[in-house]
């Protein structure tokens, strides 16, 4: 499917008027307008959902973005599979989005995608940002898919 800059705005625009798909669990115990604010700002799925849709239709004129992926270190789960996943590598504070393209003096671009507004980064995400920057790969914590856009593009200018 190729997407336009009009269709991911309006498709972001639904999904920020409280289209199917954002839950917030806490938004009905908050005062109406804060719940109506929670709403308009998409959540940190969301954001990546929208970061990888806007790459698959900028793949056409910059081929390297198939090389962008998403690393499923996050999220909850149970504490089996949780111990399974730790057991196989998954390790806590890993960013969230990998572009392994070299340019520059960069080996690759790393991206923690926070929301555009709220979410705080954890000391063990701060630890990994920091020493993948040490060893080479620019590492960015980006606020919300449109901020992330803008420095994959400047990256792979460079």
């Not at 900028?58 to 504490?79: A, K, V």
């Not at 020493?131 to 980006?142: D, F, K, N, S």
């Not at 992330?148 to 460079?158: F, G, H, K, P």
Request: hydrophobic content about 35%; overall charge positive; charged content about 30%.
């Amino acid at each position: 499917m190729r997407w336009t800059e009009d269709d991911l705005r309006g498709w972001q625009a639904g999904r920020q008027s409280g289209g199917k798909g954002h839950r917030d669990k806490a938004a009905h115990k908050r005062r109406p307008a804060a719940a109506a604010q929670a709403r308009e700002t998409p959540s940190e799925d969301e954001e990546q959902i929208m970061l990888f849709a806007w790459a698959a239709w900028r793949m056409r004129t910059m081929p390297e973005l198939n090389w962008l992926y998403h690393i499923p270190n996050g999220g909850s789960r149970n504490r089996a599979e949780a111990g399974k996943l730790r057991a196989m590598g998954v390790r806590q504070g890993v960013p969230d989005v990998a572009l392994d393209v070299a340019r520059g003096e960069w080996h690759g671009l790393r991206i923690e995608l926070k929301r555009r507004d709220g979410g705080r980064l954890s000391a063990a995400q701060q630890i990994w940002l920091r020493q993948l920057t040490q060893h080479g790969y620019r590492a960015e914590v980006c606020r919300g898919w449109e901020a992330a856009a803008q420095v994959i593009e400047d990256y792979l200018r460079s």
